[in-house]
């Protein structure tokens, strides 16, 4: 739907619990307008909805795409002022466009900052907490992704949780990824290790991608999602098998999907995932429709895993290399998805063969007398 100058797509899903969960993508409509016009289209845009469609919803995660952070990320700051965990990159979004913003909201939850730092949506026996735009400005990126995790692991024992038990979900940005990934995956290698994540045991879900922070000497910004009060028995991670190889067998560590059960509902959390096969390797090189259509299929099948489809995704981050190909991968996004929320966004690929990566969150009701309601 259009709002003013902007462009709003949601959805929304409502359980038995007494908790419904929106994800909305807010980007501005007018290319020539100046950068602050936009930003005041997208906010006037939200807070819309909020009084509207939304209302009775509270924001516990957003995310702010800029064209560049240097000029830009003050105003959002400045600008929003929401109790809620905020991410702020610079992934110019590609429809021509300077700011675009992604907001996950719950109702019938309290928000609150804990004194850890994260932000925590509560409701019945579970805290959702969540963080964005941790960074730091050690030496490299190595020593800064290190640190971020250090700092994590320090914040969720504040909360009486643990990486491997309560973390379900990290986005690790990271500044000329081609020349920085490295540093990252060895930092998060090391200390996962420490915290009894290994192959043999499990990762936790993420994507790895470019983007650059406000500060050019961020090389590694990092956001995270964990849950207090879930069990190991409603944590599954998904696998895809036939499609998909283990991240380990190439030397990093996250895993390409996971689950959680609530009582009255599942949620999955799909990590970055791009044209692949099961035995590593890239599907159709310099081949930016065919890696369109395979990634896809690969999302499908971990879906398709944790007994979902295409239908109960919520939303969708699409990441492409070279901005040249926004014409036919959008083109290929409005035929199969036209009213999904999505963006599509310039963040290159850990692996420069990749040319369209893409993540999602997805929900489906189910009912499980196992474990409590959301």
Same mark, same amino acid.
């Given at each position: 739907?259009?709002?003013?100058?902007?462009?709003?797509?949601?959805?929304?899903?409502?359980?038995?619990?007494?908790?419904?969960?929106?994800?909305?993508?807010?980007?501005?409509?007018?290319?020539?307008?100046?950068?602050?016009?936009?930003?005041?289209?997208?906010?006037?845009?939200?807070?819309?909805?909020?009084?509207?469609?939304?209302?009775?919803?509270?924001?516990?995660?957003?995310?702010?795409?800029?064209?560049?952070?240097?000029?830009?990320?003050?105003?959002?700051?400045?600008?929003?002022?929401?109790?809620?965990?905020?991410?702020?990159?610079?992934?110019?979004?590609?429809?021509?466009?300077?700011?675009?913003?992604?907001?996950?909201?719950?109702?019938?939850?309290?928000?609150?900052? $804990?004194?850890?730092?994260?932000?925590?949506?509560?409701?019945?026996?579970?805290?959702?907490?969540?963080?964005?735009?941790?960074?730091?400005?050690?030496?490299?990126?190595?020593?800064?992704?290190?640190?971020?995790?250090?700092?994590y692991v320090m914040q969720l024992a504040?909360?009486?949780?643990?990486?491997?038990?309560?973390?379900?979900?990290?986005?690790?940005?990271?500044?000329?990824?081609?020349?920085?990934?490295?540093?990252?995956?060895?930092?998060?290698?090391q200390v996962f290790f420490t915290q009894?994540?290994?192959?043999?045991?499990?990762?936790?879900?993420? $994507?790895?991608?470019?983007?650059?922070?406000?500060?050019?000497?961020?090389?590694?910004?990092?956001?995270?999602?964990? &849950?207090?009060?879930?069990?190991?028995?409603?944590?599954?991670?998904?696998?895809?098998?036939?499609h998909l190889n283990r991240t380990s067998?190439?030397?990093?560590?996250?895993?390409?999907?996971?689950?959680?059960?609530?009582?009255?509902?599942?949620?999955?959390?799909?990590?970055?995932?791009?044209?692949?096969?099961?035995?590593?390797?890239? &599907?159709?090189?310099?081949?930016?429709?065919?890696?369109?259509?395979?990634?896809?299929?690969?999302?499908?099948?971990?879906?398709?895993?944790?007994?979902?489809?295409?239908?109960?995704?919520?939303?969708? &981050?699409?990441?492409?290399?070279?901005?040249?190909?926004?014409?036919?991968?959008?083109?290929?996004?409005?035929?199969?998805?036209?009213?999904?929320?999505?963006?599509?966004?310039?963040?290159?690929?850990?692996?420069?063969?990749?040319?369209?990566?893409?993540?999602?969150?997805?929900?489906?009701?189910?009912?499980?007398?196992?474990?409590?309601?959301?």
């Amino acid at each position: 739907m259009n709002i003013g100058d902007a462009r709003a797509r949601f959805s929304a899903f409502t359980g038995t619990g007494g908790v419904s969960e929106y994800h909305v993508m807010i980007s501005a409509t007018n290319v020539m307008a100046p950068y602050q016009q936009q930003l005041d289209a997208v906010l006037d845009a939200y807070q819309h909805l909020l009084e509207t469609d939304l209302k009775g919803a509270t924001a516990v995660f957003k995310r702010y795409f800029l064209s560049d952070a240097s000029n830009q990320a003050d105003d959002v700051i400045a600008s929003d002022v929401s109790d809620c965990a905020k991410s702020i990159i610079e992934q110019a979004p590609l429809d021509g466009t300077k700011i675009a913003m992604w907001v996950y909201l719950m109702s019938g939850v309290s928000t609150r900052q $804990t004194d850890s730092g994260l932000y925590e949506a509560a409701h019945g026996s579970y805290r959702h907490l969540w963080n964005g735009t941790a960074f730091n400005l050690a030496a490299n990126s190595e020593h800064q992704m290190r640190l971020l995790f250090n700092e994590y692991v320090m914040q969720l024992a504040h909360e009486e949780c643990t990486l491997a038990d309560n973390c379900i979900r990290t986005w690790l940005f990271v500044n000329d990824i081609d020349l920085n990934y490295g540093g990252v995956v060895r930092a998060r290698n090391q200390v996962f290790f420490t915290q009894g994540l290994t192959p043999q045991t499990h990762f936790i879900a993420s $994507t790895g991608i470019g983007g650059r922070q406000q500060d050019a000497n961020v090389l590694a910004q990092m956001d995270n999602y964990a &849950v207090k009060g879930i069990t190991s028995e409603q944590v599954h991670h998904l696998y895809a098998s036939t499609h998909l190889n283990r991240t380990s067998d190439y030397g990093v560590s996250f895993e390409r999907g996971t689950y959680v059960d609530y009582g009255d509902r599942r949620h999955v959390f799909i990590s970055g995932t791009a044209s692949i096969d099961n035995k590593g390797r890239i &599907v159709h090189p310099k081949d930016v429709v065919k890696q369109t259509h395979r990634m896809w299929e690969n999302v499908e099948a971990l879906l398709a895993e944790a007994g979902c489809s295409y239908e109960d995704v919520g939303e969708m &981050v699409v990441y492409l290399r070279d901005p040249s190909d926004y014409a036919v991968v959008s083109k290929l996004y409005q035929e199969r998805f036209p009213d999904k929320p999505y963006v599509i966004v310039l963040a290159p690929v850990c692996r420069p063969g990749w040319l369209v990566e893409m993540e999602c969150m997805a929900v489906k009701a189910q009912e499980n007398d196992a474990f409590p309601a959301l």
